[in-house]
């Protein structure tokens, strides 16, 4: 009996070495079975065939395009007696423009203003540039109702591809997942049970950078997160907090705060635990937010790092520049890049979904 893809995880070590390992068999999407009624066969979608065929959507595509690889023999025979058992009628006329190649690609931002996603969607496009490919930008604010409007802008194009660089939850975002080859990268989306992921292990990252900060015995810590909606925000905020529980850390709730992942956010994040308390480290949950807590730390007339140590997350390109006071998590944007475009073209020759974990690296500056 045939089965969906399996999805596999790939993780790279802080040494560089990659260990992959086939997780169980993803499960089937769980879409309402649908009756083959005659009159109809409109309500019926792709998903309903799936969930019948124990496939995923992406193998059903491939069977109703005619596509040659991913599917084996036993498998497209049971999908077309479905087909034809169901009385499912594909769109056409997507279907026509779907098994036209395009050279076009499309990247969803949460915050074209993030250094980090900036270098990371530059070197996307430098690198799809090199191949003939182009790739078209979408910028999302972070806001849901804007990213469903992008959605509806690329699900009308043909696109080969779709990047999401730090998506939210939204209306469209399971749908346009079910009708694009999708690879997201350095934020997962929880309500997806199977996708393609490309970042680094957050939870652990975050937990080596306090660790840091402990074996300095730099006290205390005034923590500012980023919001926990964002599962890399939730996963960096456990890894540190389960790490000073074990050592018997004690924070008090007046110590965090919770900001928007910017400059302007981490300053006011700043103002407040500076006006309460004087603190020898202040843990950013990215560079950004650093950005701001070092201007109010300025404006204060706190040196650093002789009066605190600032520490982030992600280390974007302009760091060596502009922030040699930052101590921070090395996030390999270039490597992302990389490794997402290789994970899109094994997607559309049919491979199965991955999740390709990255090495990083602790920067102490200053």
Known sequence: MSRKPKTTSTSQGRGGKANASASSTAKTLGAPVASAQPGKSSALSIRDVASRAGVSIATVSRVVNNEAHG?????????????????YLPNRIGRALRVQT?????????????????????????QLNDIGKVILLFNTNENATLQDRCFDEINGRRVNGLFMLCAVESRHLRQTV?????????????????MSFVGVDDYTAARDIMLAILRNREMPIGIIHGPLYSNTSARRVKGIMDLLRERKVAIDEGDLREASLSMDSGYQCAVELLERKRYRALFCGNDQIAYGAYRRC????????????????DDNPLNDWLAPWLNTVRVPHVSFATEAIRQMHKLRDGGPHRSIILPYDIVLRG
């Open 102 to 126: 395009s050279d076009t690609y499309a990247l969803v931002i949460s915050n074209i203003q993030n250094n980090l996603y900036a270098a990371i969607a530059w070197e996307l496009e430098r």
């Open 298 to 313: 300025r404006e204060m007339g706190l040196a650093v790092p002789d009066d605190v140590r600032i520490y982030g997350f």
């Open 71 to 87: 599917v084996s023999s036993e498998t497209r025979a049971r999908i077309q007696s479905l087909i034809k058992e169901m009385n």
């Open 178 to 194: 079910d009708q694009n080859y999708t690879v997201f990268i350095n934020r997962r989306v929880d309500s997806l049970d199977e």
